[in-house]
């Protein structure tokens, strides 16, 4: 059973930083691409940073609206990625999930969020 754990999320003012986790295990980590995705009610969950499997060279990629603040990383060795937040705005405020992916296998797995609230 594979499961992803999310964990780091909470209230911080305007300007403050957060280093979101997320946790896999049940199955082999570094194949997965690993995707951080953020939703607030009524809008539709949007992407926010991609880092690719090892095995294809562990890329990363941003939506131009956290470009310079936000980072992701993994940790093969701990089966966890993660998504350092710098310079947060009100407007990051929502629960952000974790996703993994293994095209090849035709493998997609979601975590259960956690939220984060950036106070103005």
């Known amino acids: 059973q594979v499961q992803l754990v999310e964990s780091g999320g909470g209230l911080v003012q305007s300007g403050g930083s957060l280093r979101l986790s997320c946790a896999a295990s049940g199955t082999i980590f570094g194949i997965y691409t690993m995707y951080w995705y953020r939703q607030v009610p009524g809008k539709q969950r949007e992407l926010v940073a991609t880092i690719t499997a090892i095995t294809r060279g562990a890329t990363t990629n941003y939506a131009d609206s956290v470009k310079g603040r936000f980072t992701i990383s993994r940790d093969n060795a701990k089966d966890t990625v993660y998504l350092q937040m710098n310079s947060l705005k009100p407007e990051d405020t929502a629960v952000y999930y974790c996703?993994?992916?293994?095209?090849?296998?035709?493998?997609?797995?979601w975590g259960q969020g956690t939220q984060v609230t950036v106070s103005s």
């Open positions: 996703k993994a992916t293994n095209t090849v296998r035709g493998l997609t797995y």
